[in-house]
Protein backbone atom coordinates (compact mmCIF):
# COMPACT_ATOMS: atom_id res chain seq x y z
CA UNK A 1 0.00 0.00 0.00
CA UNK A 2 1.37 4.03 -0.53
CA UNK A 3 0.69 6.01 1.99
CA UNK A 4 1.52 9.11 -0.72
CA UNK A 5 -1.55 10.92 -0.93
CA UNK A 6 -1.68 13.33 -4.52
CA UNK A 7 -3.21 16.61 -3.63
CA UNK A 8 -4.69 18.45 -6.88
CA UNK A 9 -5.09 22.39 -5.93
CA UNK A 10 -8.00 24.17 -6.74
CA UNK A 11 -6.03 26.53 -8.09
CA UNK A 12 -4.16 23.97 -10.87
CA UNK A 13 -6.99 24.50 -12.86
CA UNK A 14 -7.76 27.88 -12.58
CA UNK A 15 -7.13 30.07 -15.94
CA UNK A 16 -6.91 33.64 -16.06
CA UNK A 17 -7.06 35.22 -18.81
CA UNK A 18 -4.69 38.26 -19.53
CA UNK A 19 -3.33 38.53 -22.79
CA UNK A 20 0.55 38.72 -21.21
CA UNK A 21 -0.37 34.22 -20.63
CA UNK A 22 1.04 32.85 -23.61
CA UNK A 23 3.26 35.70 -25.39
CA UNK A 24 5.93 36.71 -22.28
CA UNK A 25 8.77 36.31 -23.92
CA UNK A 26 12.35 35.34 -21.56
CA UNK A 27 13.83 38.91 -21.49
CA UNK A 28 10.04 40.19 -20.31
CA UNK A 29 9.67 37.36 -18.29
CA UNK A 30 12.96 38.39 -16.52
CA UNK A 31 11.60 42.25 -16.25
CA UNK A 32 8.51 41.23 -14.90
CA UNK A 33 9.99 38.95 -12.06
CA UNK A 34 12.19 42.32 -11.10
CA UNK A 35 8.76 44.01 -10.77
CA UNK A 36 7.77 41.79 -7.89
CA UNK A 37 10.65 43.77 -5.92
CA UNK A 38 9.71 47.26 -7.24
CA UNK A 39 8.76 49.91 -4.21
CA UNK A 40 5.85 50.72 -5.99
CA UNK A 41 2.86 49.16 -4.18
CA UNK A 42 0.62 49.05 -7.47
CA UNK A 43 3.38 48.01 -10.11
CA UNK A 44 4.42 45.66 -7.08
CA UNK A 45 0.41 44.00 -7.29
CA UNK A 46 0.28 43.86 -10.99
CA UNK A 47 3.19 42.11 -11.55
CA UNK A 48 1.83 39.02 -8.81
CA UNK A 49 -1.24 39.25 -10.67
CA UNK A 50 0.42 38.28 -13.38
CA UNK A 51 2.71 35.66 -11.98
CA UNK A 52 -0.42 34.26 -10.45
CA UNK A 53 -2.28 34.19 -13.88
CA UNK A 54 0.45 32.60 -15.38
CA UNK A 55 0.69 29.79 -13.36
CA UNK A 56 -2.76 29.04 -14.25
CA UNK A 57 -1.28 27.31 -17.46
CA UNK A 58 0.60 24.53 -18.41
CA UNK A 59 2.30 27.15 -20.69
CA UNK A 60 2.98 29.78 -17.93
CA UNK A 61 4.00 27.60 -15.32
CA UNK A 62 6.92 26.12 -17.54
CA UNK A 63 8.16 29.73 -18.76
CA UNK A 64 7.87 30.55 -14.92
CA UNK A 65 9.96 27.48 -14.18
CA UNK A 66 13.28 28.95 -15.54
CA UNK A 67 13.28 31.53 -13.61
CA UNK A 68 12.01 30.02 -10.21
CA UNK A 69 15.67 30.59 -8.40
CA UNK A 70 14.87 34.39 -8.46
CA UNK A 71 11.08 33.78 -8.66
CA UNK A 72 9.96 31.70 -5.63
CA UNK A 73 12.23 33.97 -3.11
CA UNK A 74 10.82 36.95 -4.45
CA UNK A 75 6.77 35.82 -4.49
CA UNK A 76 8.13 34.08 -0.18
CA UNK A 77 9.35 37.61 0.39
CA UNK A 78 5.56 39.12 -0.18
CA UNK A 79 3.43 36.79 1.40
CA UNK A 80 3.79 39.13 4.97
CA UNK A 81 2.22 41.96 2.66
CA UNK A 82 -1.00 42.60 2.29
CA UNK A 83 -3.74 40.53 1.38
CA UNK A 84 -4.13 41.97 -1.92
CA UNK A 85 -0.38 41.09 -2.76
CA UNK A 86 -0.01 37.84 -0.34
CA UNK A 87 -3.12 35.96 -1.92
CA UNK A 88 -2.36 35.67 -5.49
CA UNK A 89 1.77 35.50 -4.44
CA UNK A 90 0.68 32.02 -1.89
CA UNK A 91 -2.04 31.24 -5.16
CA UNK A 92 0.91 31.29 -7.62
CA UNK A 93 3.01 29.63 -4.84
CA UNK A 94 0.98 26.25 -4.57
CA UNK A 95 0.81 26.22 -8.49
CA UNK A 96 4.44 26.29 -9.24
CA UNK A 97 4.54 23.34 -6.22
CA UNK A 98 2.68 21.10 -7.93
CA UNK A 99 5.99 20.89 -9.96
CA UNK A 100 7.60 18.24 -7.90
CA UNK A 101 11.14 19.92 -8.89
CA UNK A 102 9.95 22.66 -7.78
CA UNK A 103 8.04 21.86 -4.31
CA UNK A 104 12.06 20.47 -3.56
CA UNK A 105 13.42 23.81 -4.63
CA UNK A 106 10.94 25.89 -2.09
CA UNK A 107 11.58 23.17 -0.11
CA UNK A 108 15.79 23.85 0.37
CA UNK A 109 14.83 27.65 0.41
CA UNK A 110 13.15 27.36 3.73
CA UNK A 111 9.62 27.30 2.37
CA UNK A 112 8.02 25.70 4.90
CA UNK A 113 9.58 28.03 7.78
CA UNK A 114 8.03 30.76 6.34
CA UNK A 115 4.86 29.57 5.49
CA UNK A 116 4.45 28.44 9.81
CA UNK A 117 6.05 31.96 10.51
CA UNK A 118 3.72 33.84 8.48
CA UNK A 119 0.78 31.69 9.71
CA UNK A 120 0.78 31.79 12.80
CA UNK A 121 1.45 36.15 12.52
CA UNK A 122 -1.47 38.03 14.12
CA UNK A 123 -3.54 39.12 11.31
CA UNK A 124 -2.47 36.83 8.48
CA UNK A 125 -5.61 37.03 6.42
CA UNK A 126 -3.97 33.97 3.76
CA UNK A 127 -4.08 30.94 6.65
CA UNK A 128 -5.79 28.18 3.87
CA UNK A 129 -3.80 29.00 0.94
CA UNK A 130 -0.63 28.49 3.18
CA UNK A 131 -1.56 25.55 4.57
CA UNK A 132 -2.47 24.35 0.98
CA UNK A 133 1.19 24.89 0.29
CA UNK A 134 1.93 22.75 3.00
CA UNK A 135 0.14 20.16 1.74
CA UNK A 136 2.38 20.37 -1.49
CA UNK A 137 5.48 20.86 0.00
CA UNK A 138 4.88 17.72 2.12
CA UNK A 139 4.57 15.22 -0.52
CA UNK A 140 8.46 14.96 -0.89
CA UNK A 141 10.71 12.93 1.86
CA UNK A 142 12.08 16.83 2.52
CA UNK A 143 9.14 18.40 2.66
CA UNK A 144 8.50 16.14 5.43
CA UNK A 145 11.68 16.21 7.26
CA UNK A 146 11.27 19.65 7.37
CA UNK A 147 8.00 20.41 8.64
CA UNK A 148 8.49 17.66 11.48
CA UNK A 149 12.07 19.32 12.36
CA UNK A 150 14.21 16.31 12.46
CA UNK A 151 17.17 18.19 12.24
CA UNK A 152 17.37 19.69 15.93
CA UNK A 153 15.68 17.85 18.59
CA UNK A 154 15.55 20.59 20.64
CA UNK A 155 12.37 21.88 18.42
CA UNK A 156 11.47 18.89 16.49
CA UNK A 157 8.09 18.46 16.48
CA UNK A 158 6.95 21.93 17.02
CA UNK A 159 5.46 23.02 13.65
CA UNK A 160 3.48 19.79 13.72
CA UNK A 161 1.84 19.99 17.19
CA UNK A 162 1.24 24.03 16.22
CA UNK A 163 -0.33 22.35 13.22
CA UNK A 164 -2.80 19.76 14.81
CA UNK A 165 -3.60 22.69 17.72
CA UNK A 166 -4.76 24.48 15.12
CA UNK A 167 -6.55 21.60 13.47
CA UNK A 168 -8.38 20.49 16.55
CA UNK A 169 -9.11 23.93 18.05
CA UNK A 170 -10.72 25.63 14.90
CA UNK A 171 -14.37 25.73 14.00
CA UNK A 172 -15.80 22.89 11.83
CA UNK A 173 -19.06 23.58 11.41
CA UNK A 174 -18.73 27.04 9.29
CA UNK A 175 -17.81 27.26 5.49
CA UNK A 176 -14.76 29.05 6.92
CA UNK A 177 -12.52 25.87 7.42
CA UNK A 178 -8.97 27.18 7.19
CA UNK A 179 -7.03 24.43 9.06
CA UNK A 180 -9.37 21.74 7.02
CA UNK A 181 -6.55 20.74 4.68
CA UNK A 182 -4.07 20.04 7.58
CA UNK A 183 -5.58 16.50 7.35
CA UNK A 184 -3.99 16.21 4.56
CA UNK A 185 -0.63 17.53 5.52
CA UNK A 186 -1.28 14.39 7.97
CA UNK A 187 -2.09 11.79 5.99
CA UNK A 188 1.76 12.99 3.91
CA UNK A 189 3.77 12.91 7.42
CA UNK A 190 2.39 9.46 8.27
CA UNK A 191 3.53 7.83 4.94
CA UNK A 192 7.25 8.17 6.88
CA UNK A 193 8.51 5.96 10.20
CA UNK A 194 9.36 9.43 11.77
CA UNK A 195 6.12 10.62 11.18
CA UNK A 196 4.29 8.17 12.48
CA UNK A 197 6.29 7.82 15.38
CA UNK A 198 5.50 11.38 16.47
CA UNK A 199 1.89 11.34 16.16
CA UNK A 200 2.20 7.59 18.29
CA UNK A 201 4.11 9.16 21.05
CA UNK A 202 1.99 9.00 24.31
CA UNK A 203 4.20 12.28 25.74
CA UNK A 204 3.21 14.24 23.10
CA UNK A 205 -0.25 13.26 22.85
CA UNK A 206 -1.83 14.12 19.42
CA UNK A 207 -3.28 10.96 17.89
CA UNK A 208 -5.89 11.18 20.35
CA UNK A 209 -6.45 14.86 19.34
CA UNK A 210 -6.62 14.21 16.10
CA UNK A 211 -8.32 11.20 16.10
CA UNK A 212 -11.58 12.69 18.09
CA UNK A 213 -11.94 14.65 14.68
CA UNK A 214 -13.04 11.79 12.85
CA UNK A 215 -16.61 13.08 14.38
CA UNK A 216 -16.50 16.45 12.37
CA UNK A 217 -19.00 17.15 9.42
CA UNK A 218 -16.24 18.27 7.20
CA UNK A 219 -15.61 15.71 4.76
CA UNK A 220 -11.65 16.58 4.09
CA UNK A 221 -11.10 16.03 7.85
CA UNK A 222 -12.58 12.93 8.32
CA UNK A 223 -11.02 11.20 5.37
CA UNK A 224 -7.42 12.82 6.45
CA UNK A 225 -8.06 11.70 9.89
CA UNK A 226 -8.70 7.85 8.39
CA UNK A 227 -5.64 8.00 6.10
CA UNK A 228 -3.93 8.98 8.74
CA UNK A 229 -4.92 6.10 11.19
CA UNK A 230 -4.45 3.73 8.51
CA UNK A 231 -1.46 5.08 8.21
CA UNK A 232 -0.10 4.80 11.72
CA UNK A 233 -1.62 0.83 11.69
CA UNK A 234 1.56 0.38 9.68
CA UNK A 235 3.41 0.46 13.16
CA UNK A 236 1.19 -1.81 14.92
CA UNK A 237 3.52 -4.46 15.52
CA UNK A 238 5.88 -2.46 17.66
CA UNK A 239 3.43 0.23 18.58
CA UNK A 240 -0.30 -1.84 19.13
CA UNK A 241 -0.08 -0.31 23.09
CA UNK A 242 0.36 3.27 22.10
CA UNK A 243 -2.88 2.84 19.62
CA UNK A 244 -4.83 1.15 22.09
CA UNK A 245 -4.49 3.36 24.69
CA UNK A 246 -7.09 5.87 22.87
CA UNK A 247 -9.15 2.96 22.45
CA UNK A 248 -12.11 5.04 23.57
CA UNK A 249 -12.09 6.97 20.05
CA UNK A 250 -9.98 4.59 18.09
CA UNK A 251 -12.71 1.77 17.75
CA UNK A 252 -15.76 3.97 17.16
CA UNK A 253 -13.70 5.83 14.03
CA UNK A 254 -12.62 2.45 12.82
CA UNK A 255 -15.43 0.61 13.36
CA UNK A 256 -18.41 2.85 13.10
CA UNK A 257 -17.88 3.49 9.29
CA UNK A 258 -18.17 -0.30 8.53
CA UNK A 259 -21.23 -1.34 10.96
CA UNK A 260 -24.13 -0.74 7.96
CA UNK A 261 -27.08 0.92 8.70
CA UNK A 262 -29.30 -1.66 10.90
CA UNK A 263 -30.09 -0.37 14.59
CA UNK A 264 -28.21 -3.96 16.45
CA UNK A 265 -30.36 -5.55 18.86
CA UNK A 266 -29.68 -5.57 22.48
CA UNK A 267 -27.92 -8.56 22.79
CA UNK A 268 -24.87 -7.44 20.27
CA UNK A 269 -24.76 -3.60 21.72
CA UNK A 270 -24.24 -5.41 25.29
CA UNK A 271 -21.13 -6.92 24.53
CA UNK A 272 -19.29 -3.74 23.23
CA UNK A 273 -18.43 -0.74 25.33
CA UNK A 274 -20.60 2.22 25.57
CA UNK A 275 -19.48 4.41 23.28
CA UNK A 276 -19.91 1.89 20.78
CA UNK A 277 -23.11 0.61 21.52
CA UNK A 278 -24.93 3.42 22.27
CA UNK A 279 -24.32 4.42 18.73
CA UNK A 280 -25.80 0.96 16.79
CA UNK A 281 -28.42 1.03 19.33
CA UNK A 282 -30.02 4.21 17.29
CA UNK A 283 -30.45 4.80 13.71
CA UNK A 284 -27.56 6.99 12.19
CA UNK A 285 -26.24 8.43 9.12
CA UNK A 286 -24.33 5.85 7.16
CA UNK A 287 -20.64 6.72 5.89
CA UNK A 288 -20.73 7.05 2.22
CA UNK A 289 -17.11 7.39 1.17
CA UNK A 290 -15.97 3.91 -0.03
CA UNK A 291 -12.02 5.14 0.80
CA UNK A 292 -13.04 5.90 4.26
CA UNK A 293 -14.93 2.57 4.43
CA UNK A 294 -11.75 0.81 2.97
CA UNK A 295 -9.44 2.93 4.76
CA UNK A 296 -10.81 1.61 8.18
CA UNK A 297 -11.22 -1.81 7.11
CA UNK A 298 -7.08 -2.07 6.51
CA UNK A 299 -6.57 -0.24 9.70
CA UNK A 300 -8.49 -2.79 11.57
CA UNK A 301 -6.77 -5.62 9.38
CA UNK A 302 -3.24 -3.84 9.96
CA UNK A 303 -4.41 -3.99 13.55
CA UNK A 304 -4.99 -7.63 14.17
CA UNK A 305 -2.08 -8.57 12.58
CA UNK A 306 -1.10 -8.49 16.24
CA UNK A 307 -3.00 -10.99 18.67
CA UNK A 308 -3.29 -8.47 20.76
CA UNK A 309 -5.24 -6.63 18.44
CA UNK A 310 -7.38 -9.17 17.69
CA UNK A 311 -8.11 -9.79 21.52
CA UNK A 312 -8.89 -6.04 21.59
CA UNK A 313 -11.20 -6.36 18.66
CA UNK A 314 -12.79 -9.21 19.92
CA UNK A 315 -12.87 -7.89 23.31
CA UNK A 316 -15.70 -5.06 21.88
CA UNK A 317 -17.44 -7.21 19.64
CA UNK A 318 -15.72 -6.08 16.58
CA UNK A 319 -16.04 -9.52 14.47
CA UNK A 320 -20.04 -9.17 15.00
CA UNK A 321 -20.11 -5.44 13.64
CA UNK A 322 -17.80 -6.48 10.51
CA UNK A 323 -20.63 -9.08 9.76
CA UNK A 324 -23.55 -6.94 10.04
CA UNK A 325 -22.01 -4.78 7.68
CA UNK A 326 -20.46 -7.17 5.03
CA UNK A 327 -24.08 -8.34 4.86
CA UNK A 328 -24.91 -4.23 3.57
CA UNK A 329 -22.04 -3.33 1.66
CA UNK A 330 -22.22 -3.01 -2.08
CA UNK A 331 -18.99 -1.42 -3.12
CA UNK A 332 -17.06 -4.56 -4.26
CA UNK A 333 -13.56 -2.84 -3.15
CA UNK A 334 -15.14 -2.55 0.34
CA UNK A 335 -16.66 -5.60 0.44
CA UNK A 336 -13.08 -7.26 -0.57
CA UNK A 337 -11.34 -5.52 2.71
CA UNK A 338 -14.09 -6.96 4.72
CA UNK A 339 -13.01 -10.63 3.22
CA UNK A 340 -9.29 -9.64 4.15
CA UNK A 341 -9.68 -8.82 7.43
CA UNK A 342 -12.54 -11.18 8.51
CA UNK A 343 -10.87 -14.25 7.10
CA UNK A 344 -7.74 -13.29 9.64
CA UNK A 345 -9.88 -13.17 12.33
CA UNK A 346 -11.08 -16.61 11.15
CA UNK A 347 -7.69 -17.80 11.02
CA UNK A 348 -6.34 -15.90 13.49
CA UNK A 349 -8.26 -16.18 16.53
CA UNK A 350 -10.30 -19.84 16.01
CA UNK A 351 -12.14 -18.91 19.58
CA UNK A 352 -15.54 -17.82 17.42
CA UNK A 353 -17.67 -18.19 14.62
CA UNK A 354 -16.96 -14.93 12.15
CA UNK A 355 -18.66 -15.61 8.46
CA UNK A 356 -18.50 -13.25 5.53
CA UNK A 357 -21.30 -14.66 3.53
CA UNK A 358 -23.75 -11.98 2.90
CA UNK A 359 -27.25 -13.28 3.75
CA UNK A 360 -28.35 -11.21 0.30
Known sequence: MSFRRNYISPYTMQRVMCKEESRVMPTELEELVGFLSAPSPQVKKAAVDIVQGLTGSEDGLQSLCSHSDVLIPSLSRVLSEKKEVSEPAAEALI??????????????????????????????????????????????????????????????????????RSFCTSSTETTDDPFEHVGSILVNISKKDSGRKMLLDPKRGMLKQIVRQFDSTNPLRKKGVSGMIRNCCFEAETQLENLLLISEFLWPTLLLPVAGSKVYSEHDTSKMPLELGSALSIEREPVGDPEIRVQALESLYLISLQEAGRRALWSVNGPRILQVGYEDEEDPKVMEAFEQVGSLLVHGSGTEEFSTQTSK
Not at 108 to 133: C, H, N
Not at 143 to 159: C, N, P, R, V
Open 95 to 164: NLSQKPEQAAKMVAMGMIKTAMDILYKQGSGITRLLVMLLVNLTQSDDGIASLLQTGDEKIQGLYLMKLV
